[in-house]
């Protein structure tokens, strides 16, 4: 929801960075690799009982997120690039919520699970609205400059992010959190899949 409106302020910052990293022969794959590790150190942290201490990590893993693209576009950005990119921000994604379902399952399993089905069906609809956009060459940049066709949603990754921080900050909030941030991701789901109804109705 908050995508589009962040960009224009954070891409310009990003950008002076990919430029000088791209200089120093740093690759944008190389960044995103690194920003997975990142939040899978994240992952860890919170599943040991650190949720505290992981946010630190949590935060370095999304700034890499912003600068492997940045770093693309200061050198020869690639459809590798991309696609490794969405792989590694799923991962991470699942990885946050497996770190709190770890740090105690008797409580937060069922929810969890919730939680994790609703980040499966929202990615369903993203990644199969973005394959429909690339067959019929529809392009936008609302998000920025990115390999796959983004479209907005209820839930989108800035959203995201401050979720995962919130559930740091307060990790006996982690039901009730993950039930209603489950509920909206399945309502963004929905309201993507009613949106491609319309859009690629033959």
């Given amino acids: 929801m908050f995508d589009a409106k962040i960009r224009p302020l954070i891409d310009p910052i990003l950008n002076r960075q990919g ?38 990590p949590l935060l370095a893993s999304r700034l890499a997120d912003g600068l492997d693209g940045a770093v693309a576009r200061a050198g020869r950005p690639s459809d590798f690039g991309g696609y490794l990119d969405i792989v590694c921000d799923f991962i991470f994604y699942g990885a946050v919520p ?27 609809s993203f990644l199969g609205y973005a394959v429909l956009a690339e067959k019929r060459q529809m392009t936008t940049e609302a ?10 949603g209820l839930l989108e990754g800035a959203e995201t992010i401050g979720f995962f921080v919130l559930l740091c900050c307060w990790p006996a909030g982690f039901v009730p959190l993950a039930w209603l941030f489950g509920a909206l991701c399945f309502v963004t789901a929905a309201t993507r899949v009613l949106l491609a109804a319309k859009v690629f109705q033959d």
């Fill in 19 to 56: 430029i000088r990293l791209a200089a120093r022969g740093v690759t944008p794959n190389q960044v995103t690799l690194f920003g997975l590790a990142l939040g899978l150190l994240s992952a860890t942290m919170i599943a040991l009982g650190a949720p505290g201490w992981a946010l630190l």
């Fill in 143 to 152: 998000r920025g400059t990115k390999t796959l066709y983004f479209t907005g």
């Fill in 98 to 124: 497996l770190g709190f379902v770890a740090l105690d399952p008797a409580a937060n399993g069922l929810a969890g699970a919730v939680l994790l089905c609703s980040f499966y069906a929202n990615g369903a």
